[in-house]
């Protein structure tokens, strides 16, 4: 789960971290009352939605007094922001962060995510802040210094310093630099983050080390533990029928593609969507329903996926083990009836029970294709999307 960065800077706040005084606004006036509490001269004006290269599309607006502010407020509260990361659709700025304006004299940047290929969190630094990290990565990546953390013992102080000397932190501020990478470690720990991200960090004129933003997505399988998290969540933020997918429990990832895909067990949805990308067409979403799927859980994907405006047919590749073939047939042909599903349905099983399965399918009077094969079924379902029959 993604959080906004004037949620990210809350959660920094409970680890020490500095960062710049502010506050959220949903309104132009509220935005203008938050920077009459702020020191001031300068403010920031900032768009808050769950993407990167916001400055770049003109949510971040530096300003010199109240009147600015406020027409800034205006102009980015409520505008269809579009980044690099957003897509060309872009997304509706729903609320903004009014901060004080920092005197900047050096920007940096670091994160800390989970490298799986050595099971351990691994904190990335380099001195080429405010950029784009991945630009850094491809152009330059000698000034990409990594530092990984022992998950039994935690970070240490020497870990910390490490980064910090690589960084070149002078003296001024090194003491308060290495307590505030400390602090991210712990906060990444702590609150079962996947990510946490610190671009730019500055060193201002005055020698002070400041989280000028902040970037923070938590695993979601640890939500649970983190009721006040939890409630950070923004659906305005995510894919509308991601979001309705999560109330089932579904694992529903939306794509650009016209074959709605419903499989059971991630891997085998991948090898799905892959072969179908094989064959000409390309998938419309990733869905895992799960091993142990109920009728009204097929049900909810079925209509999750019809909701779906440019989905031209579906494949459904069942791997019959906990979720018997005859049961989930038994479930799909009571969706498609209940949903009055018209488009073009190709099915693949295999395992437990599924001669029973198939013979539901073709005993239900309904237009399913079945498949033997994870070939034959993509050559079936790509031919159903390349050569639509008109009714």
Known sequence: ???????????????????????????????????????????????????????????????????????????????????????????????????????????????????????????????EGGMDIEEVAEKTPEKIVREYID?????????????????????????????????????????????????????????????????????DNALYRHKDIADMRDEHEEDPLEVEASRYHLNYIKLDGNVGCMVNGAGLAMATMDIIKLYGAAPANFLDVGGSASEEAIENAFRILL???????????IFGGILRCDKFASGVVAAAKNLNVTLPIVVRMKGTNVEEGQQILRDSGLAFEVADTMQEAAEKVAGAVKNPVVA
């Open 1 to 127: 789960m993604k959080v906004h960065e004037y949620q990210a800077k809350e959660l920094f706040r409970q680890f020490n971290i500095p960062v710049p005084e502010g506050r959220v606004a949903h309104t132009v006036e509220e935005a203008v009352q938050v920077a009459q509490g702020l020191a001031g001269p300068k403010y920031v004006v900032k768009a808050q939605i769950h993407a990167g290269g916001r400055g770049k599309g003109g949510g971040v607006k530096v300003v010199s007094s109240l009147d600015e502010v406020k027409t800034a407020a205006e102009a980015i509260l409520g505008m269809q922001l579009v980044t690099h990361q957003t897509g060309p659709e872009g997304q509706t700025v729903r609320k903004l962060l009014i901060e004080n304006g920092s005197a900047i004299d050096k920007e940096l940047y670091i994160s800390i995510i989970l490298d799986r290929a050595v099971s351990k969190p691994v904190i990335m630094a380099s001195t």
């Open 151 to 219: 998950p039994l013992q935690g970070i240490q102080p020497y870990n910390a310093r490490k980064i910090a000397f690589a960084l070149g932190i002078p003296a001024s501020c090194f003491k308060e630099t290495v307590q505030l990478i400390m602090g991210l470690y712990n906060c990444f720990w702590q609150k079962d983050c996947s990510l946490v991200e610190v671009n730019p960090l500055v060193i201002t004129t005055d020698g002070q080390i400041i989280a000028l933003d902040g970037k923070v997505n938590i695993d």
């Open 307 to 317: 909701s779906d405006q440019e989905v031209k047919a579906v494949l459904i590749n």
